[in-house]
């Protein structure tokens, strides 16, 4: 594990497009417009991806190993064939969680701060 | 069911994303035009169910923003990724643009010639006392109006595009002929002023010549440097983009 982190904090931080293209990814497997709308519905409507904004991060996101195409379609009989599904991979994981916890630890020096209230974080 | 009319405005809208994804590098264009546009379908048809034609309008003042944007990062990094196979090959690049330029200048002889063909019954003789002009191609290359230059601009560009073209097509032993040609004809005006050593005024009209034919070689060969850089970038345009020929990236 220690010949992975300096390759972890080489992709840190990551872009917004990137973090959440990858947090879209975390529970499950989706095409592109299915992580369209999940980055949408997870930040209310404040990340709104175009898809040339989506499909320029997933090229280099696949160059760098952090998701993969995915063979699997969730469901064939209504779903399009021609749609490509992602994933993450393990090193795609590991940096989304770095990278979590690297926001988080900002967000916990924020409020030691006072400048957001515990209970406005969720 | 969409209307007809809704239809149409979707389906043209989807047409006019097609067509601007052709500001994209070829590469990213084929492995990923098609995702774009079903990605852009799937978010104009959830655009219109929400707010019809005004989110139809929002969705696109969106996708003009990220359509500039994220072509320039896609042209970037393959302008990246094409410097990282062309700095293998510098010696091979240095040559290929060295030789391009050398043809460009020989291939302008011809119409240097015939430059000089057309004034060497016309242009007076250089006499100081007269006013006539000592270096009547120094006037002649800042005369774009006069109809030679016209003319054999014309006759460069076409040339350049041929050139061009017979370049980018590997046509290389068309090019070498071509290159041959022109520097025969390049020998052309040495050849003619040994004709010239038995005239009278051979000092005066060899030299006025001489200038005539040297202006032209530069008007001509910055005129074709010009139209040879304009043609090819058509070229490359063409080839980086062969879909613009009616070909759908869907």
């Known amino acids: 594990m220690t010949n992975s982190a300096p390759k972890i904090d080489e992709h840190l931080p990551l872009t917004s497009a990137v973090f959440h293209i990858l947090l879209s990814l975390a529970d499950q497997e989706r095409h592109g417009y299915g992580i369209m709308q999940e980055a ?3 930040t209310r409507g404040q990340i709104r991806m175009g898809p040339g904004t989506l499909y320029g991060s997933i090229k280099r996101m696949i160059s760098a190993d952090l998701i993969e195409e995915s063979d699997e379609r969730p469901d064939p009989k209504h779903d399009d064939e021609r749609r ?3 994933r993450l991979t393990d090193l795609g994981r590991r940096i989304l969680g770095a990278e979590a ?7 916990n020096v924020a409020q030691s701060k006072g400048i957001v209230g515990s209970e406005e974080v969720v | 069911m969409l209307h007809v009319p809704s239809a149409a405005v979707l389906s043209a809208s ?4 097609r067509l601007l994804l052709f500001i994209y590098p070829r590469a990213y264009r084929r492995e990923y035009g098609p995702l774009m546009i079903q990605a852009y379908r799937d978010l104009c048809r959830h655009s219109y169910r929400q707010k019809g034609m005004v989110g139809i309008a929002s969705l696109w003042s969106r996708l003009l923003a990220d359509l500039v944007t994220s072509s320039i ?3 970037l990094d393959a302008l990246r990724e094409g410097d990282r196979i062309m700095m ?10 060295a030789r391009l330029l050398c043809t460009v200048l020989i291939a302008s002889t011809p119409f240097a010639l015939s430059g000089v063909f057309v004034l060497r019954n016309g242009f ?11 270096h009547p191609g120094r006037e002649l290359f800042l ?17 350049q595009v041929a050139l061009g073209y017979a370049l980018q097509a590997h046509w290389s032993s068309f090019s070498k002929s071509l290159v041959r040609i022109s520097t025969g004809l390049a020998l052309i005006p040495v050849l003619w002023a040994v004709v010239f050593v038995t005239e009278f005024n051979l000092r005066v009209r060899f030299f006025a010549l001489w200038d005539v034919y040297v202006s032209d070689i530069l008007r001509v060969s910055t005129s074709s440097i010009v139209f040879g850089a304009c043609a090819t970038l058509l070229v490359l345009f063409i080839t980086l983009y062969p879909d613009i020929k009616g070909h759908s990236t869907a």
């Open chain 1, 40 to 42: 949408e519905a997870m």
């Open chain 1, 84 to 86: 490509r599904y992602y």
């Open chain 1, 101 to 107: 916890q690297r926001l988080s630890d900002l967000v």
């Open chain 2, 14 to 17: 989807e047409r006019l994303y």
């Open chain 2, 73 to 75: 990062e896609q042209h």
């Open chain 2, 88 to 97: 293998k090959k510098e010696h091979t690049r240095v040559i290929k643009y």
């Open chain 2, 124 to 134: 007076p003789d250089p006499d100081p006392f007269l006013n006539t002009p000592l």
């Open chain 2, 143 to 159: 005369d774009s109006s006069f109809p030679p230059a016209i003319f054999s601009l014309a006759i460069s560009l076409l040339l």
